[in-house]
């Protein structure tokens, strides 16, 4: 089984558009996290989320909304699609936040490509 | 300043030419030091966390240490399927809450 899943894989979308990227962890961790990896492949953080409370909001454009509908899920969702939103967005979840011994585990990753 | 350096950038080995992937870092209070190694198309595998200078953690071809300022990946007889990018990360202190902070990776490619 996946342990952090995310759908879709792949996303082409007009610029203007809104759209989302949903996921999932079966693993019973209560954080969970998105990061973007740009085209020169340097992963960053954008949001973090712990029993579904905002802990991290790193300076996105306010056009990027997480939504954690209860722990185990932690959607993205994304308005005015700019051809700058184009890159690869990465779900992740740890056991819980600022503990040793947490890791972080990332799902497959979601190819989103403005036109 | 970038406060995760990987180096190099990339690297080519022939099948069995043993080498080290550097991971060199300027933040303060490290809770924690992550290696990952990411497949064309596939997200972040984990590999090892390593805590405190001195520590060392091997799997299989790979061999993980950590000093005050610096890991490396060291890669011992390496094979084709060990071909990835690796990714080093950092958690510390005063970076907010929970979270890493990844360098820019090392793409690695053994030649049979």
């Known amino acids: 089984d996946t342990a952090v899943s995310q759908t879709p894989k792949y996303l082409v979308t007009q610029m203007g558009n809104d759209k989302s990227i949903k996921c999932e962890q079966n693993?019973?961790?209560?954080?969970m996290y998105w990061y973007k990896q740009d085209s020169k492949k340097f992963l960053k953080i954008m949001f973090s989320?712990?029993?579904?409370?905002?802990?991290i909001n790193e300076t996105v454009p306010n056009r990027f909304s997480p939504k954690s509908p209860d722990k185990a899920h932690l959607n993205l969702h994304i308005n005015s699609l700019e051809l700058g939103d184009s890159a690869v967005y990465f779900c992740?979840?740890?056991?819980?936040?600022?503990?040793?011994?947490?890791?972080?585990?990332f799902g497959e990753g979601s190819w989103l490509t403005v036109v | 300043e970038d406060q995760v350096t990987q180096s190099p950038e990339a690297l080519r080995l022939q099948e069995g030419e043993s080498s080290s992937l550097n991971c060199s870092y300027t933040?303060?209070?490290?809770?924690?030091l992550f290696w990952y190694r990411q497949d064309p198309g596939k997200g972040p595998e984990f590999l090892f966390t390593?805590?405190?200078a001195g520590e060392e953690k091997e799997k299989e071809r790979l061999k993980a240490t950590l000093t005050k300022k610096e890991s490396f990946l060291h890669i011992t007889a390496p094979k084709p399927e060990d071909s990835a990018t690796y990714l080093c990360?950092?958690?510390?202190?005063?970076?907010?809450?929970?979270?890493?902070?990844f360098g820019k990776g090392t793409k690695l490619s053994v030649i049979p």
């Open positions: 992740a979840s740890s056991r819980t936040q600022g503990t040793t011994g947490n890791t972080i585990y």
């Open positions: 989320y712990n029993n579904k409370e905002l802990i």
């Open positions: 693993l019973g961790h209560d954080t």
């Open positions: 933040v303060s209070g490290l809770r924690g």
């Open positions: 390593l805590y405190s």
């Open positions: 990360a950092v958690a510390y202190s005063g970076a907010g809450s929970y979270q890493l902070t």
